[in-house]
C-alpha cells in the first residue's frame, strides 16, 4: 500500500474543510442563526465549523447549544409532569 506523505494529507483535509464549510452555509442560509447552530450540531459538525459557517464566534454557538437543550428538559419535565397528571386522574 502506498504512504502518503503528511503535505498530502493536511491539503486533503483542507479541501474537505472547505467543502464541509460550503455544505453548511448552502444548508443554511434560510434559516436563522440559532437555527442553523442547532441543525449543523445535529449533523454532529465542529462547534469551530459551525462558528465559520453561521459567523459566529465558538463562545456564541456554545450559549445556543446550551439554551436549546436547556429548553430541549423542560419540555420533558413539562410532558413528564402532565403524563404523571393524567395517570393520577385515570386511577381516580
Sequence with gaps: MPQKSNNGDKDSDARLDVVIKLLAAILTRDL??????????????SREM???????????VAQVLYAAGRRA????????????????????
Excluded: S
Aim: glycine residues 8%.
Design 73 to 92: 428538559e423542560g419540555k420533558v419535565q413539562k410532558r413528564a409532569k402532565r403524563n404523571r397528571n393524567q395517570a393520577e386522574g385515570e386511577q381516580l
Design 32 to 45: 436563522e442563526k440559532g437555527e442553523a447552530i442547532i441543525k449543523l450540531d445535529k449533523m454532529a459538525v
Design 50 to 60: 459551525i462558528a465559520d459557517a453561521v459567523g459566529v464566534t465558538m463562545h456564541n
